[in-house]
């Protein structure tokens, strides 16, 4: 079946230490977005990408790096530089012009 | 100013009732998404518009292009339809997404 996946759904991190956030999606869309959540509030773009090896920065880039080598994967690690990294993280894909979908969304929590 | 504005910010009914939220924007559009996000955190896409009206079962969007609003509708609310409902707007000049803050719904049995 087609869709959207993000590994893995919970997380825990020592401060100081990198992680990386997986996102993958078999829809051959073209553009693919990480999204941070803190609680009770709404989404916050943290990087997108619309085609291979290019990427844009969001409005809260800071602390976090992506990659797009490959159509289908957009992995985001979460460095030891993003200050307050404790959130919920959603990964989405679309045509460059189309419907949204959402990955399961991967919990962050850094202890 | 936001550019886009979702009322209310939380709305709780009966279960029954004929359900209203609201988007306006202030931005050209190519189309406007509304979604819903479950307690659990997951998101579904429920409607892309770009003109007129859709209905997907109780649901029913509508989008006014020439006053830049839509609403999103539910008749015969349940208390599974409680969840946030959340407005989007892809820019037609960039085609990036501008997100609304979201509206809290909760249906009472």
């Known amino acids: 079946d087609g869709g959207i996946t993000q590994s893995p759904k919970y997380l825990f991190r020592k401060e100081g230490q990198n992680v990386t956030l997986s996102c993958e999606q078999n829809?051959?869309?073209?553009?693919m977005y990480w999204y941070r959540q803190d609680p009770g509030q709404g989404l916050r773009l943290i990087y997108y990408s619309q085609i291979v090896n290019d990427f844009q920065k969001g409005d809260i880039a800071e602390g976090y790096s992506v990659s797009r080598e490959k159509k289908e994967s957009f992995p985001l690690t979460v460095t030891s530089a993003q200050k307050n990294p404790t959130a919920f993280y959603l990964c989405?894909?679309?045509?460059?012009?189309?419907?949204?979908?959402f990955g399961e969304g991967s919990r962050l929590t850094v202890l | 100013k936001n550019e886009v504005e979702q009322s209310p910010q939380n709305l709780t009914a009966q279960e029954g009732e004929f359900i209203t939220i609201n988007c306006s924007y202030s931005?050209?559009?190519?189309?406007l998404h509304w979604l819903q996000q479950h307690p659990g955190g997951g998101i579904v896409s429920l409607f892309m518009l770009s003109s007129g009206k859709k209905k997907h079962g109780r649901l029913i969007a509508t989008i006014n292009i020439q006053e830049k609003h839509s609403s999103l509708h539910i008749t015969a609310s349940h208390p599974r339809d409680s969840a946030v409902y959340i407005c989007a707007v892809r820019m037609d000049s960039n085609y990036q997404l501008i997100w609304g803050a979201g509206t809290k719904l909760i249906i009472k049995p």
């Open positions: 989405a894909s679309s045509y460059i012009t189309g419907e949204l979908f």
């Open positions: 931005v050209g559009i190519s189309a």
């Open positions: 829809l051959n869309h073209d553009a």
